[in-house]
DNA sequence: GTAGGGTTAG
């Protein structure tokens, strides 16, 4: 795609941020004149009259980009020319099969031609651009309205901001939607609104997409909708606030605004995330009788939330039984769900004989399908199979993603195949495949775990150096690298700069740094680790206790264990294999000190009915 | 007459 202009586009965009907020400029008045006198100052373009020939022209029945091209061709050729209304209906029509594009340079060759494009016209060039990610180029089109004397309107500006909320820029959204409130641009529609709305809940500023809700309602220009109550109960859903997220479901149904499908899935959804089943069996009675029928989602909500609790064969029993005699068909996203779920479980035979069904049932497995399976065998370790699918997929016209790569990765390195990994990471890096942070942990701990510590420093250096952005779970496995490599100090080192970088630590983090001042038996400053993790608000878990109760009782510090085994057990955790070895040790060892043994024994009851083996 | 269309599942 050529850029075009570069300089109305910094000239619309510094419209939208610069205004002033109190003054409007000489640019935003430009918007609030009349037609009538913006017309007076715009290019003289021919007037074409509409021509009668191509009334008859259905433009839904081009089916191929060809068909539109030569059509247009052959409506340059017409005179007098046909109506702009029947140009624009041909955008409509490339833009409509995704020929974004191709539409771009047929709305510029209307432009050098003088055609007198409108504001329908540039609509569809400023969408166009949007959906390419161009969203600049589309404030260039803005900045050529003001040019050609052409008014910019709502869909004008509902297009430009889905394009930014779609370039991750929601908060330039919303300054632009302030604007256009605020300078009296375009009364906010629903639409807007919702782009809006939906732009914070996606950047987790939920709150404030609840704000906007309740604003709505008090100014009651433009009422909240089912969409916009919708977007709002999935973001609250999604940030676990599933409580909140039922009250305002509640409220929706007293204002008797009518929950639909997606405002049930976004519940359910909800619920199943907190194993809240029988509320969800209440809910889909509730769409039973508000005579709302579950879709394909809907299901595919409850297929996931069993296989992620390990109940693959039930899915595959009852629910996909249940869909079909409720004449909803399986879709790919449904076979995904129970290929993944099989894969996790290491069913692999499963998993491909699901993923082999899909081609009868015409369903084209795509990149995710794909990962699913791949993820599969590289957790079971079946590294051939893995490999075939990852060189598969080209030939399948699939683009391979990086969790394609980052799964295969980690088994190799789980595998000891360090040289294996290097390869793989470069042939990703050459096929322009960006890593992620998790894809730098994977690389950085799979280095540690290998031996290969100066490697995985070495790496870590460099990728400080490029500025890239490593996350506190890369900090953690180089901790854990060095603490287990007896490098405690530079473990303690870059564990105690972490915030400099602006990271905080996690439980894991806290954990793996204890298990390192364990080894070392430098118990007081591990214990005192606890103490602050929770005093900073992170509580320990079940690892963290262990991990320090081990490195009690391996220096013989009893009742400071039993101490530590009775908190853990007021807290709900419990004692793992690992611990409670050491204890059967200590018990059964022959030269024990009478009243150790006694010691030992006193913490006998701390541990929860069925850990048995302790006899 | 012609443009934008916001919400759910992997």
Known sequence: MKPIGVRPAAAALSWCRSLPHKHGTCSSLLLLLPPSVLQFFSFGFRSTASNPQFRRIDFNNIKKLEDALSLFDEML????????????????????????????????????????????????????FCHLSRVNYGFAILGSFFRRGVVPNVATFGTLLKGLVLEDRVPEAVNLFLKLTRERVCEPNAVI???????????GNTSRAFQLLRLMEVQGKCKPDTVIYNTVIDGLCKDRMVDDALTLFSEMIEKCISPDVVTYNSLIHGLLNNGRWNEVIRLLREMGSRKISPNVCIFNTVVDALCKQGMAELAEGEVLPMMRQRRVDPDVVTYTILVDGYCMRGQMDEARKFFDSMIDLCLVPNIITYNALINGYC????????????????????????????SILQALFRSGKCGAARNLLDDMQAAGVVPTTLTYCILLDGLCKNGRLAEALSVLGMLNSKGIYL????????????????????AWDIFYNLSSKGLTPNVTTYTVMMNGLCQEGVLDKANQLLVKMEENGCKPDDVTYNTIVKGLLKRERYREAMTLLEEMRARGFSADASTIEIVVDLLSAKSQDPAQLEMIKRILPTFKHGEKSIE
Do not use: W
């Open 379 to 406: 957790k079971s370790l079946k590294m051939d199979e893995a490999m075939q699918l990852l060189r598969e997929l080209p030939c399948k016209g699939l683009k391979r993603n990086v969790n394609s790569y980052t």
């Open 77 to 128: 050729r017409m005179r007098p020319l046909p109506s702009i209304v029947q140009f624009t209906q041909l955008l409509t029509a490339v833009t409509k099969m995704k020929h974004y594009s191709a539409s771009i340079s047929l709305y510029k060759q209307m432009g050098a031609l003088g055609i007198p494009i409108n504001e329908y016209t540039m609509s569809i060039a400023i969408n166009c």
């Open 471 to 490: 996350d506190i779970a890369v900090y953690t496995a180089i901790i854990d690298g060095l603490c287990k490599d007896g490098k405690l100090e530079s």
């Open 193 to 203: 609104y919702g782009t809006i709305v939906s732009g914070l809940c996606r950047t």
